[in-house]
């Protein structure tokens, strides 16, 4: 009995929200009725008598006051939305609105565990494989040494920032933009993660030991570029120091020639740490990290020489090298190698070994990327671009090549959104940040500012692009609590972006922030009110024309149902009622 009586208040409660959710015309109309019927003892007519002669005698001032004030209170209102949308991301009237009002009005609750089970059921199993994707590939960074924030804890995994694997020269790339153009490419942010890298990397527990290598310790943590050279130089005094040799080759040599000098210089002191740590590195744990660390100096120092090879044009020499220290070093995949692997083979044209890196690496157990999932995309097209016309295709179709080529686009295009707009030139290119984001405005950027020549060598397929990607927003649930192919994008791309990014860059900003619509409300009832009483005020007597005529045109309609009403209802139903 105790259980009956919350039952039947809760079975009473949804009748009544189920009654005012679909039958409020109904409830409405029974209203409309009750006041005709009782507009006698209510004395309606004399009211609304009272109220229209009320009226009349009000003078112009009047009516001015009362659209100035108005015109103010909607314009302080548009103001405080404006204001918390631009913060928020979102109208303060609609998120009031839907907070409280939706569930007294009897709609769903989006805190409830009902709810989110049903829409979160449909991507569990994708989900699942991504999650342990993620786990696994933090378990290696992690291993590494590699502990870059979150740029927001609540907004999962996806929002971690990576090292650009493509990330150009400070001093033979960077510092040159800088000289030219007077602007700085990277951020404080990205490069205090890359002076973060850098301790990871290049440092461990034992470097106190050797007075070189202490140097270079307290060099990574130098803010000023000057400073670190200057380290760098002292450390290179006192022994062939590999780290000395890769910090004057990233910031002080201003060519790629220089840089790869240095780098070559290091590689040969690198070997040699290399070679004698890994005798020692069963010894004890300090041996051990110091092996850890060496292996990181001879692995980057080589990436750094095939990029430098790639950039001065032996790319076969580059692509040897990448495919030997991938295989030299094969649990080392978090460096993303296979990255620069596939844009060396690409410009190489090899598209057969292309596909073969794809179908090692473009697996559902991997991280994604866009290098990844965009050029799939382009050995897809390729197949089809050179002969694809969007007339041609609306009349007969779709073929199975053209087909799996436009899914593919639509992947890639789900994956990272940015990258089209870049591709296709209708935003312009800055250079590439040290750091970037998974489906970010950062990868985007990174992704083409090297890929772009490869699009623009296989023909027709930035055609193709242009006329098929903006199909894939039609597959993508909104407001993009679901995805489609890929986890549900992340909310917070843009302020990670715009951390990484420069402020003369305009962040590419996905899904676009409308205006909603109690802001363009407010705005135009601000500036309606505003015009009325600007009217008034010069035109008293006019504006007074116009609002009688507006008026009675207004309650024409209501005139001419009430007489039809009163033609067809006796005169004395009230009488009846009353007696009976």
Known sequence: MAEAGPGFLEQLKSCIVWSWTYLWTVWFFIMLFLVYILRVPLKINDNLSTVSMFLNTLTPKFYVALTGTSSLISGLILIFEWWYFRKYGTSFIEQVSVSHLRPLLGGVDNNSPSNSNTSNGDSDSNRQSVSENWSGTNDLVSSCGIDHGWIEIESLRECKVWRNPLNLFRGAEYNRYTWVTGREPLTYYDMNLSAQDHQTFFTCDTDHLRPADAIMQKAWRERNPQARISAAHEALELNECATAYILLAEEEATTIVEAEKLFKQALKAGEGCYRRSQQLQHHGAQYEAQHRRDTNVLVYIKRRLAMCARKLGRTREAVKMMRDLMKEFPLLSMFNIHENLLEALLELQAYADVQAVLAKYDDISLPKSATICYTAALLKAR????????????????????????????????????????????????????????????????????????????????????????????????PLEKGHLFYPYPICTETADRELLPSFHEVSVYPKKELPFFILFTAGLCSFTAMLALLTHQFPELMGVFAKAFLSTLFAPLNFVMEKVESILPSSLWHQLTRI
């Open 383 to 478: 197949a089809v671009s050179d002969k694809f016309s969007p007339e041609a295709a609306s009349r007969r179709g779709l073929s199975t090549a053209e087909m799996n080529a436009v899914e593919a686009i639509h992947r890639a295009v789900e994956f990272n959104p940015h990258v089209p707009k870049y591709l296709l030139e209708m935003k312009s290119l800055i250079l590439p940040p040290e750091h970037i984001l998974k489906r970010g405005d950062s990868e985007a950027i990174a992704y083409a500012f090297f890929h772009l020549q490869h699009w623009k060598r296989v023909e027709g397929a930035l055609n193709l692009l242009h006329c098929t990607w903006e199909g894939t927003f039609r597959m993508i649930p909104y």
